[in-house]
Structure formats: C-alpha cells, structure tokens
C-alpha cells in the first residue's frame, strides 16, 4: 500500500503530530508498505527520500514553526505517479486543505486523524479570539465531513466531535510508542549531566512551551510541593513561545535554583530524562491524547496528571498514577503522596510499563492499517455499485 501524509508540521519541528507520524511511517515502512510525506520546509532541512517540502515561511507567532505555501506546479503528477493509495491528512489547514483537494481530484480515500482541540489554540492568533474560537470550531467540523474517515487519539475526542456535528465514520486510535526504545537506557545520565544528589526526588515534564500547556500551573504547584519537600527538582524539557515567560516565573516564585529548564535535546537523551526521573507531572487542559504521558509510562515513571481530555484515558487513576482536579492543592497533595512513599513508587512504576506495553507502536499500527484497508475496501465497493 502507497500512503501520502500531508501536514502541516514535519521534522526538525518536534511536537506530538510529528512524533505521531514518525511513529506511524517506521512501523508502516517496517511492514513493507511505502509512506510519502507531504510537509513544510525548514532552515537547513535534510533531504530525505520520500519526503516533499513546500516552500515555507516562518510563522509570525511562533518563529520555529513554518507555514508551508500550499501550491506546487508538480503535486497531481507527483500523486499520480508514485500511485498514492490512501492519503492521509493531519491537519485541516494548509496542507492538509491541499491533500484534500488532490484526493478528491483523484478520488483516492482520505483519512484525517483530529490531532488537536484547534479552538484552544486561538490564543496564537492576533486579533478576534473568541469569534476565531466559533469560526475554528465550525472550520473543524465541516472540514471532517469532507473526509471518509476520522481518527481521534482518544475517545473522549470522538464523542466531542461527533457531538459537534461530524457525521462521517470516526474511530478511535491512539499514537503509539516504540517501547523497545526503552529498554537500553542511561538512568544515571539526568542526575550525572545536572548534578542532582541521590536524595533529591526528580520531578520531570516533557513537551512544547506554549501557554496551551500550562506550565505555569505545574510551577506554582512547585513551589508549595517545595514548602514540604525541600530536595525536590523539576526538569522542565522543550522549547517554544513560552520559554522565556516560564523562566520568568520560575524567578518570580523563587524557585529557579531547583528548576532546570533544558530547551529541546535530542532523542536519546529525551529517553534517559524519562529513565532517570522519578514521578512525571502534566497539567495541560487542551492535549487530545498526550504521547509524553504514555512514554513516561514506558519509561516506568508514576504519572501525576490534571484529569482532561486526552490524560483522562491515558492514566489508570491509583494504578500508574493519579487524575486530579484542576486543583493546585489536590495536584501537590498527589505529587507529594508519591515523593514520600518510595514503595508506592515502584508499584505504579511497575503498573506503567505494564500499561504502556500495550500500546506499542507495533499494535496500534496494524489497527490503523486494518482501518486503511476496509477504507479501500469500501470505496471500491461503491465506486463498483455506481459504475454499473
């Protein structure tokens, strides 16, 4: 099977669409199927086979994000001659806008998968945010039902939009993870690279610094965690807009000296972050599913989450971790429960892998790829029925 992903954020760019992606593509690639990329360019981008990027320019609110120019001369040639299967959207605006039009031109099955609560994210546009959240919303919804199928990662997504008014087929599939990935890792390398002492507790988060993440709420909760555990630490992983702000609240509260922000690091030592950490902590409101959390999880790290969305179905409430309100007392009264109790650690780290295991990139991939064929499946069908 030939599969073409349009999208709208490609490598070097990292975020959850991107990691979802590469995820998909290795284990598609890896069961003999080929998968084309369709995405933005960047400074200094590598050129990879089976990738195509289109003219991009920085975007004006997020200058290490590009916005691809939706219009190549070559495409439908393009389509046409690597004989694309099924294409595969990942976003409904620029280029996801123009992978639609191609699979209608060339009626090829389209799949979109809902990565985001995109009416949450108004706050990057400049002007008329809550008329954009309306309009976003509305763009959303008629932008599914011009798709043959839907993913959501979770289903608490599904049932949102079906609700909203999308009434094509939508299912449920998750991104999964490569849990061999952490089964060789360095759990000295955090506490060895930043200095920490074996009776500090490390506190980790990993993702995009954007305001949708709300780290802030996860500092201020640091800071009372500190009130009572003195020799806590906090590894706050990622880059993005909010950096800066973040840092400034980590000087405002006081609390800086025992918050390391690392900026964006490469893989491998994304994975020992996760392996040397003790407890991951996670606050944001907006995330459809959460990958960080499943590969914490992986990693055998407890998980101490503000329950929404996507983390509601992520963590197993008292298994592998804790779902709390959108409480600051409540979400520092479970960080700390896990602090104090090593024991209690090590059996929801135990449960976590457990749980992560069985969302392998491996088994969530050969869901996807039954999806994919009883989409071909169907449409030829009805292509069948309409020609006779």
Known sequence: MKIGIFTDSFRPYKSGVVRSIESF?????????????????????????RVFRFISIPAPTQPDFTLAIPFSPKLGKTIKELGIDIIHLQSPFLLGRLGLRYAKKYNIPLVFTYHTMYDQYVHYLPIAKNFSKVLMQRWSKDFCNHCDLVITPTEIVQE??????????????STGIDTKEFEDTDSTWLRKNFGFKDDETIL??????????????????FKEILNHQPKGKLVIVGGGPDLKNLQNTAEDLNIHE???????????QLINAYAGADIFIFASLTETQGLVLCEAKAAGLPVVAVKALGASEMINNGL????????????????????????????????????????????????????????????????????K
């Open 25 to 49: 593509s290795s284990q598609l690639t890896l069961m003999g199927h080929e998968v084309y990329v369709f995405g933005p360019d960047y400074p200094n981008c590598e050129k990879e086979d």
């Open 160 to 173: 949102h939009i079906k609700s909203s008014g999308v009434e094509v087929p939508v299912i449920n599939l």
């Open 204 to 221: 980790l988060h990993i993702g995009r610094l954007g305001k949708e993440k709300n780290v802030s709420f996860l500092l201020k909760a």
């Open 258 to 268: 025992n918050v390391i922000f690392t900026g964006i690091i490469p893989r491998e």
């Open 320 to 387: 592998d971790g804790y779902l709390t309100s959108y409480s600051q007392g409540q979400f520092v009264e479970k960080v700390l429960v896990l602090m104090e109790n090593r024991e209690l650690r090590e059996d929801m780290s135990q449960r976590a892998k457990e749980s992560a295991f069985e969302m392998s990139s491996y088994n969530q991939t050969k869901k996807l790829l039954n999806a994919y064929k009883g989409l071909l499946e169907w449409k030829n069908k009805y292509a069948y029925i309409n020609a």
